[in-house]
């Protein structure tokens, strides 16, 4: 009796909290629940970031959008975030602070020679890898983005797009199925409406989605198809080099009727791998397992006797594009690290450069085996020479 009443005062307190927020950008009781875990001094509202504008925040609360200065310390709000907010010196609305990120998709920032992480989505449950089926499948991006998808904390899923435009549907759909082992995989028609429920299905209920791939793979029409209205302008796409123009030109999200909400993205080039060794491992988790049963723990995969790798490869049951994608993927990990970390620098250089100094200690060792050997041949050579003469 008292576990029932006690339920109930529960229920009541959940339904009470849902109003505080925004519950049209994925406020539920289980968000309430977590602001009510990470308390804010002299926070007196809640709200989640839509969009991340030049000099302002938009920012949705129980009562509608507010435009907000940036918080004046701590973490950098991204779209997605959930914030506290509470008054000013003028009575006005600003953000305190920014709650810890349940998940974050990040990357590393465009340029060669950062270290710098760029974070591109925050607390969404769902990231949606957006594949065209009118160009062809680029398989290291697509493995590269679900590395990022996976370290995100969110779940990955690949929607592949513009099914009604191809005849090779179908084959597309095969080779990411292999490709992205353990992902879902869904197949859209936004013209038609074709796979929008199941979509929808994939989603929980008041979560969110980040939608990322490259301009012009119809994500914005698959986010008006999902809305049931134009919400994203939709651009043409060249049909020499498949680019579409960047009608996302900022991360906003975009709340639907029945509490989904999605992110939309400009659309994606590259995708620079951030501090991902845990989304590798998911990723590749098949190859790294099969590296752990080589006869030697210290296997190179060469042409070292029972090496798992290389005899997988060459019996076709771990294809080799595979293989050295996942190798480049650890070494930009690694020289990642190394620029983060400067002991592991120092580290690094030095190490290289003992293994320079070896080699050229052992190439002069060599030069001069050779010499001595020429010159003792030539020296005997001479003397026979000498005593022929006399």
Known sequence: MNTSSGNALDSTITNQQTTDGPSGFGYTAAVARYFEDHPCPGGTGRGRVVRVDR???LVAVADGLLHLPYP?????????????????????????????????????????????EQVLAANMDTVGVVLPVD??????????TLVAAWDS?????????????????DDVVGKVILQAAGVEVVTTSAENGDGI???????????????????????????????????????????????????TTSRELVPLANGTVLMDTPGVRGFGLFDAEDGLGEMFGDVEELAGTCRFNDCGHGNEPGCAVREAIDHGVLPERRWNSYLKMQRELAALARRS??????????????????????????????????????????????????
Do not use: C
Request: proline fraction near 3%.
């Open 341 to 390: 970390d400067v002991a592991a620098q120092r580290a690094y250089y030095r190490e290289w450069h003992q293994k320079v100094v070896s080699v050229g200690k052992s190439q002069r060792w060599a030069e001069r085996e050779v010499a001595e050997r020429q010159e003792k041949a030539g020296g005997t050579g001479r003397g026979k020479r000498r005593k022929g003469s006399r």
């Open 153 to 169: 904390g969110a779940t990955p899923l690949v929607i592949i797009t513009k099914a009604d435009l191809a005849q090779v549907a």
């Open 72 to 116: 004046l310390s701590g973490e950098a709000a991204v779209t997605g975030d959930w914030v506290w907010l509470g008054p000013n010196r003028a009575g006005d609305r600003q953000i305190l602070t920014v709650l810890p990120r349940r998940s974050e998709l990040s990357r590393k920032r465009a340029f060669e020679d950062s270290s710098a």
């Open 135 to 144: 160009r062809p499948l680029t398989h290291n991006r697509l493995e590269r």
């Open 55 to 57: 000099n302002l925040l």
């Open 197 to 247: 429920d199941e979509l929808m299905a994939h989603i929980p209920a008041g979560g969110t989605i980040v939608l990322l791939g490259p301009s012009g793979a119809g994500k914005s029409t698959l986010i008006n198809a999902l809305a049931g209205r134009e919400v994203q302008h939709t651009g043409e796409v060249r049909s020499g080099d498949f680019k579409g123009k960047h009608t």
